[in-house]
């Protein structure tokens, strides 16, 4: 898996030329850069189980954003490199009965159903029955799932009467394709639930923001005791749930009630969004409307998440073409202010949140105090998936 270094540099010293000529910002731009981070992040990480810096390996969402951006570099260079490190993590996991390794159906946490997102894609270029039987056992979780009482999933059954803005990404997107492939269409009437819940009870009408989190119970020290909310916009959260958005709407009926409205939030969000941009990085910040507050900072997870929502739902015309010049613009940012070549010939994606979440233990507040405290690391994989994701999304919008 160690890749030439003087080759590695030599391509990254290239496209770092090609960045300064901001002419040049055709599909090839946007593919090499892809390109460049995957093998970065194949370098970093010999083995995908180490992504996220675990010390054993892990069946968890981290994982499966990485295989799932790697994949997708695969369907556009049809380098095996790519498939070969996928099906070997995957081959790890899940053994020829389909059972997944270190997977507990029972801890009902929704982060390890995004786990096998990569799994319908990497069926389609190595058919083996296994991935489909762990499919099929990831989609037995949300049918027992434990719900709030107008119908939304818990994040996690040690968070209970919780909805995250982070468990959309990790529930619905996995959940619209079982659906769709398998023809199970009165499933979607679920999933638009799922976000209609969760924006009901999180999005604030002045900024067309949604809050991190909802409480329906108040009884988390972090809910406001009226609305339930945790008090403060994640811009990784809001990042979570506009890629949810547009990420299910590929699968979703045109004709299916609720489809608009998920489009007329994703709107409302990103125009929201806006107002928060960070003029000269054309970033966002970790606490997302809060961009003068001493200690906030120019964070690149949300930010190329908002990035992929953005070019995505320009081009699939969920949103206006002004969004894909947005777009490219925060990608630009992201490429001059938050990468780093490395001695090794390596590139690393800098400015990343390692993790942020709500209760717990050691418990978290939810403050403004508590996010900026979170520890910032390069190549975190919330980051680097998102970074490849945008860069082929962007890709596809590009001249030749």
């Not at 899940?94 to 390794?101: A, F, P, S, Y």
């Not at 994040?155 to 769709?180: E, N, V």
């Not at 966002?284 to 964070?299: A, H, I, M, R, S």
């Not at 105090?369 to 890709?395: C, H, M, Q, T, W």
Request: aromatic share 14%; hydrophobic share 35%; with cysteine.
């Amino acid at each position: 898996m160690r890749r030439n270094m003087l080759m590695a540099a030599l391509v990254a010293f290239c496209l770092q030329a090609m960045l300064a000529c901001t002419c040049r910002h055709d599909r090839a731009y946007y593919t090499d850069w892809a390109v460049l981070i995957a093998d970065s992040e194949m370098e970093h990480n010999p083995q995908l189980w180490m992504a996220d810096f675990v010390k054993k390996p892990k069946w968890d969402y981290t994982q499966g954003l990485i295989a799932k951006a790697i994949l997708q570099v695969y369907d556009v260079t049809g380098n095996p490199v790519y498939l070969d490190y996928v099906t070997e993590f995957a081959d790890y996991f899940i053994d020829t009965l389909g059972t997944i390794k270190t997977y507990k159906l029972r801890d009902y946490n929704i982060d390890r159903v995004n786990g096998g997102i990569f799994l319908y894609d990497l069926s389609r270029y190595v058919p083996k029955p296994q991935y489909g039987m762990a499919i099929d056992t990831l989609r037995s979780q949300l049918a027992t799932q434990p719900r709030v009482s107008e119908g939304g999933f818990w994040h996690k059954k040690i968070y209970p009467w919780q909805m995250w803005l982070d468990g959309l990404y990790m529930g619905s997107p996995f959940y619209a394709r079982y659906a769709s492939e398998h023809e199970q269409w009165d499933d979607f009437a679920d999933i638009v639930n799922q976000f209609m819940v969760v924006d009901k009870h999180t999005c604030d009408s002045l900024t067309g923001l949604n809050y991190h989190a909802w409480d329906e119970s108040r009884e988390q020290a972090w809910a406001n005791k009226e609305t339930g909310c945790s008090p403060h916009f994640w811009s990784r959260s809001i990042g979570w749930y506009v890629m949810a958005i547009v990420d299910v709407l590929d699968y979703m009926p045109t004709d299916q009630p609720g489809r608009q409205q998920m489009i007329e939030i994703l709107n409302r969000v990103c125009n929201g969004l806006l107002a928060f941009q960070d003029k000269e990085t054309g970033m966002w910040y970790q606490v997302t409307n809060l961009p003068d507050k001493e200690g906030n900072y120019l964070e690149s997870s949300g930010t190329t998440m908002f990035c992929y929502a953005m070019a995505k739902g320009a081009r699939m015309g969920y949103l206006p073409d002004s969004f894909l010049k947005t777009a490219r613009r925060t990608f630009d940012g992201l490429c001059e202010y938050s990468t780093q070549q490395n001695p090794d010939g390596t590139t690393s994606i800098t400015r990343a949140c390692a993790v942020a979440g709500l209760g717990g233990k050691p418990y978290r507040s939810g403050t403004f105090e508590y996010y900026i405290s979170e520890p910032i690391r390069n190549d975190d994989p919330k980051v680097v998936g998102p970074f490849i994701l945008a860069a082929l999304e962007l890709a596809k919008s590009a001249e030749e």
